[in-house]
Structures are given as structure tokens and as C-alpha cells.
């Protein structure tokens, strides 16, 4: 902040010990409650540069009034940090803005806000879901090929009844394909059993919102298939290749 218009402009800072008028110099600041410390003492920050300084509180002020960690007047920060710039400057009425600045109201400046922190809480996410998915796939691949080559011996008594390597492979890709659809209908009922516990806790009813015009569109479509080709690509070649060859015919003998 810069101390001469401060003190004309204060209107949010509710003051609990010492006063603001004192905020001015190299080596003051104002601090919240909750930082237990008093005016006149000493207060040590460590600036972008790297230089350690000790400040003295002047004023201590409620946590619920104060926008940020502490408060310090602008010559101090930018004697250590020349590319700390001012972000918002809050005004009454209607002025021409400085080169790189912009007027707006209040609603646009908070919708700006509210699309900037949705773009990161999305950014997250996505990393979060794709390292997820990423491990699930590899974990549900190893299981399938694991149970694939531990099938084969029971798949030798249908190859023994008739069936073509084809037919086996077709038998197991349905098995996979039923898997997955069943899984879907797991899902589901995991998602009712989460709100069920959600509207417990909260004692309010909570509504389960699925994205149905995203799992009918073209991206719910590509992760369904995904999901079966990754299925069936883990069960039929394993299958595939551990049928190769017709087992042997038993053979039988005759009692005379």
C-alpha cells in the first residue's frame, strides 16, 4: 500500500492494538491478530531478494479484515523487488487507466477471479484424472493378462468339444466387453452410496448430477470404447496366442 492515500482510503481494516497513521518508512508493517505479536515489536521477513529484515509492528489488525498476510508500505516492497507491481488499485469514479490497465466493476473483476481459479481447480483435475486412469489402466491391463494365462487350461476342454481358436477368442471378448459394462453399473451404485453418506453428514438432500450430455456425446463415447478395446485387447491376445496349437486327442481305448 502506499501510505499517503491509505490513510484517506482505509475502510476495511478494523485496528485491535497500535495505530495505522504510524505505517510509514523503510521498516514498519501492520500484522493480523493471529500472529501474536505486538506493536513496537520486532517482526523478521525475508524479501524476494534473499535479505532478512527485521520490521517493527505498528498497528495489529482482526484476521477477517486484512486482504493478505501482513501490510507493507509499497517503497519497502519495491526496494526489494522491482517487479512487484501493483495489481488492483480500487477507485470511485471513472478514470482514464494507466498503459496495461483496465477499468472494470465489481461483478466482471469477480467473475474474472471465479475463471481464473476455475481454469486451475480444471488443470488439476485433469492431471489428477489422467494419473489415475493412467494407473488403473495398467493395473486392469496386468490383471486381465494375468487371468488370460491362467484360463488356459480351462479353455482346452472347450477347443477339445469343437470350438475354433476364433470361437474361444470371441468367448472371451464377450466376457471382457460384459466386465466392463458391469463395471459401469458398479460405479453407479458407488455413486448412490456416496451421496446416501453425503446427505447424512450434511442432514440436507443432495442431488446426484451425472454429465449425461457428455457420457452421450463424442467424449463419453471415446472413453467407453477405450475402456473395452483396452479390455479386450488384454483377454484376446493372451487367449489368442496361448491357443496357437489344438491340444492333443486323448486316446481312447477300447475294452475287448
Known amino acids: ?12 481494516l478494523t485496528v485491535v492494538a ?3 497513521d504510524d505505517l510509514s518508512g523503510d ?3 501492520v500484522l493480523p491478530a493471529s500472529v501474536n505479536r505486538q506493536p513496537a515489536e520486532p517482526y523478521a521477513l525475508v524479501f524476494a531478494d534473499g535479505e ?4 517493527r509492528v505498528v498497528a495489529v489488525v482482526t484476521d477477517d479484515s486484512i486482504p493478505g498476510d501482513l501490510l507493507l508500505p509499497r517503497s519497502v516492497v519495491r526496494a526489494h523487488d522491482l517487479s512487484a507491481l501493483t495489481s ?12 496495461g490497465g483496465r477499468i472494470v466493476d465489481a461483478s466482471q473483476w469477480v ?3 471465479g475463471r481464473a481459479e476455475d481454469r486451475l481447480v480444471w488443470l488439476f483435475t485433469l492431471l489428477l484424472v489422467g494419473v489415475s486412469a493412467g494407473y488403473g489402466a495398467v493395473a486392469v491391463a496386468t ?7 491362467g484360463r488356459t487350461a480351462d479353455l482346452r476342454p472347450i477347443r477339445l468339444a469343437g470350438a475354433t481358436r476364433k470361437q474361444v477368442v470371441w468367448l472371451v471378448t464377450a466376457e471382457s466387453a460384459l466386465v466392463v459394462l458391469l ?4 460405479a453407479f451404485v458407488g455413486l448412490l452410496s456416496i451421496r446416501a453418506g453425503l446427505a447424512e453428514q450434511a442432514g440436507v438432500p443432495v442431488d446426484l448430477v451425472a454429465p449425461w450430455s457428455v457420457v452421450r456425446g463424442r467424449r463419453g463415447g471415446g472413453v467407453v470404447a477405450l475402456c473395452l478395446s483396452l479390455a479386450v485387447l488384454a483377454s484376446a491376445l493372451p487367449t489368442w496366442r496361448s491357443l496357437r496349437h489344438r491340444p492333443a486327442r486323448s486316446p481312447v481305448g477300447v475294452a475287448g
Not at 488492483?88 to 498503459?99: G, L
Not at 463395471?183 to 458398479?186: H, K, S
Request: aromatic share 4%.
Open 27 to 29: 521498516d514498519t508493517a
Open 111 to 113: 467473475a474474472e477471479a
Open 143 to 149: 490383471m486381465l493378462l494375468t487371468a488370460a494365462a
Open 183 to 186: 463395471g459401469g453399473v458398479v
Open 18 to 20: 497500535g495505530s495505522l
Open 88 to 99: 488492483a488499485v480500487y477507485v470511485q469514479d471513472r478514470i482514464d487507466p494507466p498503459i
Open 1 to 12: 500500500m502506499d501510505p499517503a492515500g491509505f490513510a484517506a482510503a482505509n475502510r476495511a
Open 52 to 55: 532478512a529484515v527485521s520490521l
